[in-house]
């Protein structure tokens, strides 16, 4: 049977958006998901208090200063109490919500300390210690993400940093900087602090840039705070350092920084005023393909999904959508989506999807070879 292609006539297949809704699953050879987060935060959070404790290996003076250091304990525990709550809860994000909804503030803003905190701690320096759960040996960066970049990224007036392509967006529900870390290998030079990434890939999304959102990280971003108007890094140079020194900022900048807020920094996107639900919904208004990669559409955002796939379904001359889930579920796919005859689900776990409109941008697109029509 012949495909209607009449959706496909009005287009420019050399101006085709394409956007990438991602999920936990995208990240999943790196962080934890789920429950999993939550037992990892203990896992960061016992390893750390073993290293800073009476048995731990601090013998050499440089180190001395975080010897039973009562601002990591009370933090490194708070990392630990907020693991337990994950793992009860059934996520990070299920308790934060409950916190919101409570109007529990300070406690809300605990949380995004620790989480912003222990994502630093993971994805730098514990994750790379080989921590193994099931069938999973975590690396430091997904590779995927490295594949994925190896394709959108083309170089830059800068030839010290490339540039995203300019018809590919980023919308991501993960506080983690797997993609951002990625982007930094292609880089000519490791990057001394996040702003030097965010010179080339635009994730912070700062109100004052006139740059487009390359990436949206929909709850906000690990590693940032802001203090007295300012933003900065949890730690400076985190990438050259060590555990050591990381720690070591940690104490240092408790002192230096006496209003240190992550409040802006993690923002979930069901909070008021939220600046990134706001570029999210843009995006997918300009979207013509959208590849969600590694994301179940759980109820708690259900709300925010929704906004957006409408957005995205707005004109209703959107082109496809591909869902890249080995777990997909149907019934979800018929309730988001006005045509979930669209929805083209991919189980290939091994590398990101790119859309083959992306590829192969030609005029003369033989659109029946394209989308396998008998």
Not at 105 to 128: A, G, I, P
Not at 190 to 215: H, Q, W
Not at 305 to 317: E, G, R, T, Y
């Amino acid at each position: 049977m012949r495909k209607d292609l009449s959706k496909h006539n009005s287009f420019d297949f050399k101006n085709i958006k394409v956007t990438y809704l991602l999920g936990a699953g995208a990240s999943y050879n790196a962080v934890p998901i789920w429950k999993g987060q939550g037992e990892s935060m203990i896992y960061v959070a016992d390893t750390i208090l073993g290293y800073i404790s009476d048995n731990g290996r601090l013998n050499i003076e440089k180190t001395k200063l975080l010897h039973n250091n009562p601002i990591l304990i009370n933090l490194i525990e708070s990392i630990r109490n907020f693991g337990k709550l994950a793992t009860e809860y059934g996520s990070i994000d299920i308790y934060a919500k409950r916190l919101y909804l409570l109007g529990e503030t300070e406690e809300l803003r605990n949380l995004k300390h620790c989480l912003s905190v222990y994502f630093d701690l993971w994805e730098n320096f514990v994750s790379v210690k080989e921590y193994l759960k099931g069938n999973v040996k975590y690396t430091k960066i997904d590779k995927r993400y490295l594949s994925l970049l190896s394709v959108l990224l083309e170089k830059g007036p800068d030839m010290s940093i490339p540039q995203i392509h300019k018809n590919i967006s980023v919308i991501s529900w993960n506080y983690d900087l797997q993609l951002e870390m990625a982007y930094e290998s292609f880089m000519k030079s490791k990057a001394l602090l996040l702003e030097a990434i965010n010179d080339g890939l635009n994730f912070m999304g700062r109100p004052e840039s006139s740059r487009r959102n390359e990436i949206v990280h929909l709850n906000g971003f690990r590693g940032i705070f802001k203090n007295k108007g300012e933003f900065y890094d949890n730690v400076q140079n985190i990438v050259h350092g060590t555990i050591d020194t990381y720690l070591q900022g940690i104490v240092s900048d408790n002192k230096d920084f006496k209003n240190k807020d992550y409040s802006n920094c993690i923002k979930y996107a069901w909070e008021q005023d939220s600046k990134s639900l706001e570029n999210a919904l843009e995006i997918m208004k300009n979207t013509d393909i959208l590849v969600v990669i590694g994301y179940s559409f759980p109820s708690f955002n259900r709300k925010i999904d929704s906004q957006l796939i409408n957005a995205f379904q707005l004109d209703n001359n959107y082109m496809d959508i591909i869902l890249q889930d080995p777990e997909a579920n149907q019934d979800i796919i018929n309730v988001l989506f006005e045509k979930p005859e669209n929805v083209k689900v991919n189980e290939n776990p091994e590398q990101f999807y790119i859309p083959h409109e992306f590829l192969f941008p030609k005029d003369n697109l033989d659109l029946e070879e394209l989308y396998d029509i008998d």
